[in-house]
């Protein structure tokens, strides 16, 4: 999340929740925290250390941290610890991960396995705008499991993998297609994740990259070709997520044009937009002149 974090809000918007599956550290709630105070964060992390420090960085009464894993059903599963925890999952790391990138197991543990929709309705919570999954090739399952939430949602961030580091992974081509299926459209890559292929090493740490694309954070939207795709409400918030969020000025202002046919927002606000652009450090002369 690369973030325009001293922008001010665009009036009138207010971003309502966001759901982080595999928060890690906090990274990526962190930042969210620092653009949107008031935003809701139900964050899932199983890891006991990593949330610990989860639970260090993200403090207040607007922020839940869950310690259990996202699946497809209520279950109890093994959870395999690697050698990097981020790279530890419900799925077990094939021989690829271990030979070729220095994946390495430590151990299996037993944790309990959540239905995303099922703490959702459970805790009564807000249907969340912004969906941010980093489940280490249990992607598919957390998106089949929660196709209803999906369709409240504007933007979902999820880890792709083009090399198979776990087994039963779905490749990249069958997560796109289901999302595009849910009426998404990738919009932009969030972070490249690269890493070294064994035997070499950089710097002393086998997770630093050079060439070799194994990972990527990649941004779908709601398919904005067409106004009837999202409510009023959607098209509000899609705008103030690509502005602060992904600095998608083109996106944020094509959001502004659709809330404002529908009535969701003042005339000209799209012009008081672009004069909001022109006075920052990035080139807005192509979307003026569009309009």
């Given at each position: 999340m690369p973030g325009v974090e001293h922008v001010p809000a665009i009036r009138g918007l207010r971003p309502r929740t966001l759901v982080d599956l595999g928060a890690n550290?906090?990274?990526?709630?962190?930042?969210?925290?620092?653009?949107?105070?008031?935003i809701l964060i139900h964050a899932f992390e199983p890891i006991a250390t990593e949330r610990a420090k989860l639970s260090s960085v993200l403090k207040g009464e607007q922020i839940s941290i869950y310690p259990v894993a996202v699946g497809r059903q209520a279950e109890t599963r093994e959870f395999f610890v690697t050698s990097r925890l981020d790279s530890s999952s419900l799925l077990k790391p094939t021989l690829v991960a271990k030979e070729t990138f220095d994946i390495l197991p430590v151990s299996v543990n037993s944790i309990a396995v959540v239905?995303?929709?099922?703490?959702?309705?459970?805790?009564?919570?807000?249907?969340?705008?912004?969906?941010?999954?980093?489940v280490q090739g249990g992607e598919l399952d957390?998106?089949?499991?929660?196709?209803?939430l999906l369709r409240s949602a504007?933007?979902?961030?999820?880890?792709?993998?083009?090399?198979?580091?776990?087994?039963?992974?779905?490749?990249?081509?069958?997560?796109?297609?289901?999302?595009?299926?849910?009426?998404?459209?990738p919009h932009c890559f969030a972070e490249m994740k690269l890493r070294t292929l064994s035997p070499m090493v950089v710097d002393g740490d086998t997770g630093k990259g050079l060439r070799q694309l194994v990972e990527a954070d990649i941004v779908y939207v709601r398919d904005v070709t067409k106004p009837e795709n999202m409510n009023p409400e959607q098209w509000k918030h899609l705008a103030l997520v690509a502005h602060h969020c992904y600095d998608s000025?083109?996106?944020?202002?094509?959001?502004?044009?659709?809330?404002?046919?529908?009535?969701?927002?003042?005339?000209?606000?799209?012009?008081?937009y672009l004069q909001h652009l022109a006075s920052l450090p990035i080139p807005a002369t192509a979307a003026q002149a569009a309009l």
């Open positions: 550290k906090g990274q990526f709630s962190l930042v969210a925290r620092r653009l949107f105070p008031e239905r995303l929709a099922d703490v959702i309705r459970l805790a009564e919570l807000p249907r969340p705008v912004l969906l941010k999954i980093d957390v998106f089949k499991s929660a196709r209803r504007v933007i979902v961030q999820t880890e792709i993998s083009f090399v198979p580091l776990y087994r039963n992974q779905p490749p990249f081509g069958t997560i796109d297609t289901f999302l595009r299926d849910m009426g998404f459209l000025v083109d996106l944020a202002l094509r959001a502004i044009v659709a809330a404002t046919g529908l009535g969701a927002l003042k005339p000209g606000t799209a012009d008081r």
